[in-house]
T-cell receptor, first 112, second 116 residues
Framework: GQQVMQIPQYQHVQEGEDFTTYCNSSTTLSNIQWYKQRPGGHPVFLIQLVKSGEVKKQKRLTFQFGEAKKNSSLHITATQTTDVGTYFCAGHGSGNTGKLIFGQGTTLQVKP | GAVVSQHPSRVICKSGTSVKIECRSLDFQATTMFWYRQFPKKSLMLMATSNEGSKATYEQGVEKDKFLINHASLTLSTLTVTSAHPEDSSFYIC????????????FGDGTRLSIL
């Protein structure tokens, strides 16, 4: 079945350093969504990318969707302690089932 | 907007008890609701997808008689863990989406279930 792999599993950075998490799918995706889950909290929707090669920015966060629509990345510039949490990518396969396949998540720790 | 309320947030009960978890969309109509299970420091494992007024679609390996899902209205879905055992202890979290197609999912706060 369809799988979404995400790396790295954990990342510790010093405040101010950049951070990137990568997401790869075994099959072509209709779209990719990114969620952030704070410790003890629930996943919160960040963004959705639909088009091949699409790039979207939210302040210090940059999201990319690969040309083949099989991979994506989230890059955070100059991390802050508020960026701490687990970042999940999730993709829909072809079709209209609405079922999201989540990656394993990348847990970001930021040292002040 | 797009607030999903999940109750209870924490349940501790004896083995053999049935536990009902509610998931409500407060400010939108949820055509589809999803139930996930999340193990510590792990990803979200989809258990089932439910559409209002129809039977839930369960993922492979999820016992439908064990995890009863009801989606009686566009704002409410319930998950009942029947005759719960310690191995059912986990973090259960629901999400809801509106409209059709690949809409964002809005998550509830989750329910921490502990079976003694």
């Amino acid at each position: 079945g369809q799988q979404v792999m995400q790396i790295p599993q954990y990342q510790h950075v010093q405040e101010g350093e950049d951070f990137t998490t990568y997401c790869n799918s075994s099959t072509t995706l209709s779209n990719i969504q990114w969620y952030k889950q704070r410790p003890g909290g629930h996943p919160v929707f960040l963004i959705q990318l639909v088009k091949s090669g699409e790039v979207k920015k939210q302040k210090r966060l940059t999201f990319q969707f690969g040309e083949a629509k099989k991979n994506s990345s989230l890059h955070i510039t100059a991390t802050q302690t508020t960026d701490v949490g687990t970042y999940f990518c999730a993709g829909h396969g072809s079709g209209n089932t609405g079922k999201l396949i989540f990656g394993q998540g990348t847990t970001l720790q930021v040292k002040p | 907007g797009a607030v999903v309320s999940q109750h209870p947030s924490r349940v501790i009960c004896k083995s053999g008890t049935s536990v009902k978890i509610e998931c409500r969309s407060l400010d939108f109509q949820a055509t589809t609701m999803f139930w996930y299970r999340q193990f510590p420091k792990k990803s979200l494992m989809l258990m089932a997808t439910s559409n209002e007024g129809s039977k839930a679609t369960y993922e492979q390996g999820v016992e439908k008689d064990k995890f009863l899902i009801n989606h009686a209205s566009l704002t409410l879905s319930t998950l009942t863990v029947t005759s719960a055992h310690p191995e059912d202890s986990s973090f259960y979290i629901c999400s809801a989406s509106s409209g059709t197609g690949h809409q964002p999912q809005h998550f509830g706060d989750g329910t921490r279930l502990s079976i003694l």
